[in-house]
């Protein structure tokens, strides 16, 4: 085996729906990351082919263990075996960390926009474990759009931010959660795609906030329809792309 690869041990398995589960893993000490990164998975095959997956990682920077969040895709490879993991099972994990969802893409700026579908939501809860973030933006706009409510994940934990004895001084006037449905017409905060929302402005009229390049740094993450199409009416208004050397207002991460 590749001398990258360390073996974890799975900790705890939650299913949230018939298709949304998460889990926790042992965390190799070596393995470093910055919130908003992905890690690159591993299962074994009945043949003893070796599968690997970029996952994003749900939990904070300093927590001793990883957190996913997954799908689960009919005749997926990977996912197919990854359903069944229980605690105590082991799984690979790459120690190197990938990815460029990570905030220090951005300068100055006083609003931060979490844009994301689904699973989406994975690197954007990671980002809120970050202290910086809460003396570096004025509000922090976390948008989780699913098709259904029980598709809404994670809610207990995100407003558990509001009452955290290390969080909630720093994130109650700060933190804003909007549940975003697109198949269901209760249980959110709005209705319709993300897409749709963004042209539209509605989350921005209602919020009073405006998304404009010198306020609004912006990650976008998850269906890659919606973090292009999300990105190209951005881009029409103004806003550009962060890129090496020359930080912008948006980062995206297409899933697939
Ligand atoms: C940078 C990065 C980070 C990722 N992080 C996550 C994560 O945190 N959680 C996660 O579940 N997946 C994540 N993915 C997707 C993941 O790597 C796999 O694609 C997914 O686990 C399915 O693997 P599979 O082999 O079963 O199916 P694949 O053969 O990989 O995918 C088959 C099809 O399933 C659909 N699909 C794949 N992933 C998703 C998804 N997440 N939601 C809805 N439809 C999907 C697409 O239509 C895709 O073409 C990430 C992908 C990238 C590139």
Known sequence: MNNKITIEKVTYVKQWTYNLFSFRTTRDESFKFIPGQFARLGVIDN????????????????????????????????????????????????????????????????????????????????????????SQYQKIILVHCTRTQDELTYQDLINEFYTNEFYSELVKDKLIYLKVLTRENSGADFYGRITTLVENKNMEISLGIDINSDDSRIMICGNPDMVNETRKILTERGLSISKRGNPGNIAVENYW
């Open 47 to 134: 043949t003893g082919k070796e599968i690997f997956r970029p996952y994003s990682i749900v939990s904070a920077d300093y927590d001793e263990e990883l957190e996913f969040y997954s799908i689960i895709v009919p005749d997926g490879e990977f996912t197919q075996i990854l359903k069944n993991i229980k605690v105590g099972d082991s799984i690979l994990v790459n120690k190197t960390n990938y990815g460029l969802l990570t905030t220090d893409r951005f300068e100055k700026g006083k609003h931060l926009w979490l844009l994301s579908t689904g699973t989406g939501l994975a690197p954007f809860i990671s980002i809120l474990y970050e202290f910086s973030i809460w």
